[in-house]
């Protein structure tokens, strides 16, 4: 049963990567997706910009992640989630629903072409807690079967491909958050299937040492020890 | 015979020389073992805050360095994309995926592979020989002494000499039909396709590859353990997709490591430049497909197979 709703669940994915594979991004869809983005589509309802910022920096004390360094398919498929109702969020979900599917594709064109915004000075966490952090980051966790999270976002957490997204330097409390709704059983998106298994085997705490660790990473490369 | 056959595969895989299962736990566990479950009587290897200060945790932390990027710490000797880490998940420490802590203690040992006794420094030159494609650091080498001082580390507190458990990648049973390339190739393109790319080539993020090439010049060669259908059938079972071992069935697990090991992937360094003699001389198991013919072309054919030993241009200066 398990493994049927996973074969599902992934070759959905598969479907809606090949069906949403985006053209290489032109100039003229990036203009499109700033002017969204400072704008937004209707005169009631701020842009993107008012809460992600024009610079895609989002606000990380508050859990508004950043959206600089996604890929525009990253982006674009959660905003059609979103949209869809397929990822649950209450702040998301109007904002998506007002963007066509071209505008969607517009608005992540432009935050994926931007370059990576200096990291604010990353909320104070316990070291001890970015230790614990690191570790089941790097080395996962043997007496909960934890595999490191280093294997799918890699070592630097840099992400890879459309498959796993950046988390070097995104937001502490927007990956905490993330990694709880997982935990809960989240449906949210077709590849869950690996983040519930991860989160799941998660007590609150790992969670919290994770989100505390990825946020403190710098922009650039970062080496593992 | 049969029994002469597995131990040679276990060996292969760089496990303990032996075949003993888990002891106490029937295949159907495997997923549970390897999964979220915790099993509490596994061994807990050490975490890096436990590295002491000073030259001896240097080597121990350098080991671990070598050991998740090889390819940047011990370039000189790795000639493909590969990492220990791939299939030794969490950087050696995973149980059911063969974790250094459990190989440490079972060397030394003798293996069919190499007919005599390997101490484990000469099985991890095996390691660099065949899986990274690469050549073996001399007995000595800092990189050797490296990855044997980080993999004693993990292992303290294990008796030597014993069956540990969550060694190597738990046994499965056979499966009910014969592995089969096709049935594999579907189970490939929903399971494995999206980490590891549609023609198996793998992914890389920050010019670094996070999910191996399985196949072709960059993956491990002819002469590799995981070339044996049994033990990436193992391997997979157990630990694929990451994060979801045991999701896959015992006939899916099969399928699909039948799929991965007949393809294209370079020259078995102890070539004679025969196929069917070298096939003979090293990979005569119905778990090889060294030597038999796919889709046209007889793999490990020179004519279709990338060369053994394809070093980076700057290590041959090293």
Not at chain 2, 63 to 83: C, H, K, M, S, W
Not at chain 2, 194 to 203: L, Y
Request: aromatic content about 6%; charged content about 15%; hydrophobic content about 40%.
């Amino acid at each position: 049963m398990r493994h049927a709703a996973t074969t599902s669940i992934i070759a959905l994915a598969l479907a809606l990567a090949a069906a949403s594979h985006p053209a290489r991004a032109d100039d003229a869809m990036i203009a499109a997706g700033r002017a969204l983005a400072a704008n937004g589509v209707m005169a009631e309802r701020p842009g993107c910009a008012s809460c992600h910022m024009q610079n895609g920096a989002g606000q990380p004390d508050v859990g508004i992640p950043r959206l600089a360094g996604l890929t525009e398919q990253q982006i674009a498929t959660q905003l059609t989630y979103f949209a869809t109702g397929a990822r649950q969020s209450p702040a998301m979900a109007p904002s998506a629903r007002q963007l066509s599917p071209a505008q969607r594709q517009q608005a992540a064109a432009y935050f994926a072409s931007l370059p990576i915004p200096p990291q604010p000075d990353p909320l104070a966490s316990p070291a001890a807690s970015r230790t614990r952090g690191k570790d089941l980051y790097l080395n996962g966790d043997q007496r909960t079967g934890l595999i490191a999270c280093a294997q799918c976002h890699g070592t630097t957490a840099l992400g890879v491909g459309e498959f796993s997204p950046r988390l070097a330097g995104q937001s502490a409390s927007y990956v905490e958050e993330q990694l709880r709704a997982w935990r809960k059983g989240a449906v949210r998106d077709p590849l869950g299937a690996f983040m519930r298994a991860e989160a799941g085997g998660m007590s609150l705490e790992d969670i919290n040492a994770v989100a505390a660790y990825v946020a403190s990473l710098g922009h650039t490369e970062t080496q593992a020890p | 015979m049969k029994a002469k056959l597995l131990i040679g595969l276990a060996a292969a895989i760089g496990l303990a020389g032996t075949t003993a299962s888990l002891v106490g736990v029937r295949p159907a566990q495997v997923g549970a073992l390897v999964g979220m479950k915790s099993v509490p009587h596994l061994h807990q290897p050490r975490t890096d805050d436990e590295i002491p200060q000073g030259p001896y945790g240097d080597i121990i932390r350098q080991g671990e360095q070598i050991f998740r990027d090889p390819g940047t710490y011990a370039a000189a000797y790795v000639g493909n994309d590969l990492r220990c880490s791939n299939c030794h998940l969490n950087a050696g420490r995973l149980a059911g995926a063969a974790p250094m802590w459990a190989a440490y203690t079972a060397y030394p040992a003798y293996r069919s592979k190499t007919k005599k006794v390997d101490t484990f420094a000469e099985r991890l030159q095996g390691c660099f020989d065949y899986s990274m494609n690469g050549k073996a650091p001399p007995l000595g080498d800092k990189v050797l002494v490296a990855l044997e001082t980080y993999s004693y580390f993990l292992a303290k507190g294990l008796p030597t000499g014993e069956i540990i458990e969550g060694h190597g990648f738990p046994p499965l049973p056979k499966p009910d039909l014969p592995g089969d390339y096709t049935r594999g190739g579907q189970v490939y393109a929903q399971n494995c396709a999206s980490c590891h790319g549609a023609q198996g080539q793998g992914q890389s993020s920050g010019g670094k590859v996070v999910f191996p090439p399985l196949w072709g010049a960059r993956s491990y060669n002819w002469g590799a353990g995981m070339t044996s259908i049994e033990s990436a059938a193992n391997f997979i079972r157990a630990n694929m997709p990451l994060g979801l071992g045991g999701s896959l069935s015992v006939q899916q697990a099969w399928d699909v490591a039948t799929f991965m090991d007949s393809q294209v992937r370079p020259q078995d360094p102890r070539f004679d430049g025969d196929v069917q003699s070298t096939r003979a001389k090293y990979a005569n198991t119905p778990m090889s497909m060294y030597g038999r013919t796919v889709n046209g072309a007889v793999l490990g054919d020179p004519a279709v197979t990338p060369p053994a030993r394809q070093m980076p241009p700057a290590a041959t200066t090293n």
